[in-house]
């Protein structure tokens, strides 16, 4: 029981930063609306930290494919308002808790939906840098977690109403403690560097 709950605190983190890799697309458009957006995306190997009763203890875990779909809403003053649900791949591997490494190495599934505000930084080339905040939640095995993630990007347009992105995002989770059967568990708060490209399409 208690391994299966410190799998969880470690799946969390991982989970957390699971919904920011895969962020919607933005670009420079002349008119307000809708717009829909497609993308896949992976996550970098991150290191995930805590303690047991005050002993510390260290683990690794990725996102190994996200892959996301939303919808949003272009202002026609460079800021957008979106949201969106993501299907992501996560793996947690081995963990080392005083000096033992217990194998925990896992596959799981996960489904993740955000909410972003985003800014382009409109110029006269057809290269349109922008950067994202993102508020998000995921869902694996009957647990969930929330975090923040933050996106930089480039997207340029292919047609009249379809563009091509491609963006480099930071998901942020939480600290998280809880006692287990007497035994006080602390993750620390990690973080995720991910990978994404992807279409944008007007309606």
Excluded at 147 to 167: C, K, M, N, Q, R
Aim: a negative charge; aromatic letters at 10%.
């Amino acid at each position: 029981m208690f391994m299966k709950k410190l799998k969880k605190h470690i799946f969390a983190v991982v989970l957390s930063s699971s919904a920011f890799i895969c962020p919607m697309a933005n670009a420079d458009t002349t008119d307000s609306g809708f717009y829909l957006t497609a993308g896949i995306g992976t996550g970098l190997e991150t290191d995930i930290d805590g303690s047991v009763n005050g002993t510390n203890f260290s683990a690794k875990g990725r996102t190994s494919f996200v892959g996301g779909i939303g919808l949003g809403y272009d202002f026609n003053n460079s800021w957008r308002l979106e949201a969106g649900v993501t299907s992501s791949s996560l793996n947690y591997d081995q963990v080392v808790v005083a000096g033992t490494t217990t194998d925990i190495d896992e596959n799981v599934s996960a489904s993740g939906a955000s909410i972003s505000v985003a800014y382009d930084f409109e110029n006269d080339s057809k290269i349109t840098p922008f950067i994202a905040g993102t508020y998000g939640i995921a869902w694996a095995d009957g647990e969930s977690a929330t975090g923040y993630g933050i996106d930089f990007g480039l997207s340029t347009p292919l047609e009249d109403t379809v563009e091509l992105w491609g963006a480099v995002g930071l998901g942020f989770s939480p600290d998280q403690k809880e006692d287990i059967g007497g035994v006080s568990v602390n993750v620390d708060g990690g973080t995720e560097w991910g990978f994404s490209t992807g279409l944008r399409i007007r309606i």
